[in-house]
């Protein structure tokens, strides 16, 4: 199974950016898959987070009302809305699936079995 991120790219302060994950060679219909970001010097943070098959979705406070996790079945891929980005918003972002059923979103980086490669955001002021 792999998880491929793209979308990343720079964009001025208050601006939109879509970030894709696609997966292949596995199913994920049952478990759920996340979103991260690390920036320079800092530990990675969880972003924002989809249980496949409930649509349960749950988001860090910084990013409530800006961001949007979704998820396209047909495509088994997962996407990031991200509107009014601020530069604090900069970092490089990972997709991550965790296969296993799931309940609820998972939000610790080891809660995820599969990363995918990273895409960078960069937001400039």
């Known amino acids: 199974v792999q998880l491929q991120a793209f979308g990343g790219g720079l964009v001025q302060a208050g601006g939109s950016l879509r970030l894709s994950c696609a997966a292949s060679?596995?199913?994920?219909?049952?478990?759920?898959m996340g979103w991260f970001r690390q920036a320079p010097g800092k530990d990675r943070e969880f972003v924002a987070g989809?249980?496949?098959?409930?649509?349960?979705?749950q988001y860090v406070d910084s990013v409530k009302g800006r961001f949007t996790i979704s998820r396209d079945n047909a495509k088994s891929t997962v996407y990031l809305q991200m509107n009014s980005l601020k530069p604090e918003d900069t970092a490089v972002y990972y997709c991550a699936a965790r296969p296993r059923t799931s309940v609820a979103v998972y939000i610790s980086p080891g809660s995820y079995d599969i990363w995918g490669q990273g895409t960078l955001v960069t937001v400039s002021s």
């Open positions: 060679g596995g199913s994920f219909s049952s478990g759920g």
């Open positions: 989809i249980v496949w098959s409930l649509s349960i979705t």
